[in-house]
C-alpha cells in the first residue's frame, strides 16, 4: 500500500509540474487580467513585428531580425553595431512610463534597451550606427570587453550606457537564461530595475546628474537628459540576443 501510495504522490506531482509548466508557457507574450485592468500593454505578441519599424524609417527590417519562438531575435552579424538590419524602434512615442522586457543574451553579446530615443540625431557611423537616447544596457559582462571600459561599470549590464552604472550586486542570471529589464520613467526621474531589484536611480534635474551630463560624449546634445517623448528601441549590435514579454504602460503625470 505504501508502494502505491508513492506511486500515486509522484504522479500527482508530475502532473502539478506539468500543469505548471503548460500555464508559465502560456503566460509568454501575455497580460493578466491584473495588468490589463493597470493598463499595461504589450509591445510584441510573439508572433508578428506589428507596432514596430527600422529606426532608419520604413517598415520593419528584412533582414538582421526574426521572430522565432515567440522571441524577436537578433540575428548573428559579428557583432557589427546596426551592421545589418539595424536597430527597431516602436510606431509611437512614450513619455512618462514603466517598461518591462525580458532579454536571454548568448556569449559574448552586447545590445541594448534604448528609451527616449530621438531619431533625428544618428551621429555615430556617419548614421549608420544607433540614433541618440538613454540606454539600459544588456551584455555580457563576463566576455563583452565593453564591461571593462567606460567608467566605473558605466558599460555593465543594467546600467545607464556611459552615465551611470548598475550596482556591482546586481542579481544577473548566466548567460543563456532569461533576465527581465524594467524602467521606470516619471517626469525627472528614472529607475533601472533587473530581475526584480532596483539597480540605479537618477533626476534628470539634480545636480548629481547634470555633472554626469557635463562630462560625457552626450553634452554636445541640446536635447539629451531633457526626458520628454521620445521612441523605444531594441539594439541590433549584431550578436544573438532573445526579447520577449515586452510590455509597457503609460504613467499619470509627472513627479517623483
Do not use: C
Amino acid at each position: 500500500m505504501l508502494f502505491v501510495m508513492k506511486r500515486v504522490v509522484a504522479a500527482v506531482v508530475l502532473s502539478l509540474s506539468l500543469v505548471a509548466s503548460t500555464v508559465s508557457a502560456q503566460a509568454v507574450n501575455t497580460l493578466t487580467q491584473k495588468e490589463k485592468t493597470e493598463g499595461w500593454r504589450l509591445l510584441f505578441d510573439g508572433k508578428t513585428t506589428d507596432g514596430w519599424r527600422s529606426a532608419r524609417g520604413g517598415g520593419f527590417p528584412s533582414t538582421g531580425w526574426a521572430v522565432q519562438d515567440g522571441t524577436l531575435t537578433v540575428t548573428e552579424t559579428g557583432g557589427e553595431e546596426a551592421g545589418n538590419g539595424g536597430d527597431i524602434v516602436t510606431t509611437r512615442t512614450y513619455e512618462n512610463f514603466e517598461l518591462q522586457v525580458d532579454f536571454k543574451t548568448s556569449p559574448g553579446a552586447n545590445s541594448g534597451i534604448m528609451y527616449f530615443v530621438d531619431l533625428d540625431l544618428m551621429p555615430w557611423h556617419n548614421g549608420h550606427g544607433s540614433p541618440i537616447g538613454f540606454e539600459y544596457q544588456v551584455l555580457d559582462d563576463a566576455l563583452h570587453p565593453d564591461a571593462k571600459r567606460g567608467k566605473d561599470g558605466d558599460r555593465t549590464v543594467a546600467s545607464l550606457y556611459d552615465m551611470i552604472p548598475a550596482a556591482k550586486d546586481k542579481p544577473i542570471k548566466p548567460v543563456g537564461e532569461w533576465n527581465t529589464a524594467r524602467i521606470v520613467v516619471r517626469g525627472q526621474h528614472g529607475e533601472h530595475w533587473l530581475n526584480g531589484v532596483k539597480v540605479l536611480e537618477y533626476d534628470l534635474d539634480s545636480p548629481e546628474f547634470q555633472a554626469i551630463l557635463a562630462g560625457s560624449k552626450y553634452k554636445v546634445f541640446p536635447s539629451y537628459g531633457h526626458g520628454g517623448k521620445g521612441y523605444i528601441l531594441l539594439q541590433d549590435h549584431g550578436f544573438p540576443v532573445w526579447f520577449r514579454n515586452v510590455k509597457v504602460r503609460e504613467l499619470a503625470g509627472s513627479g517623483r
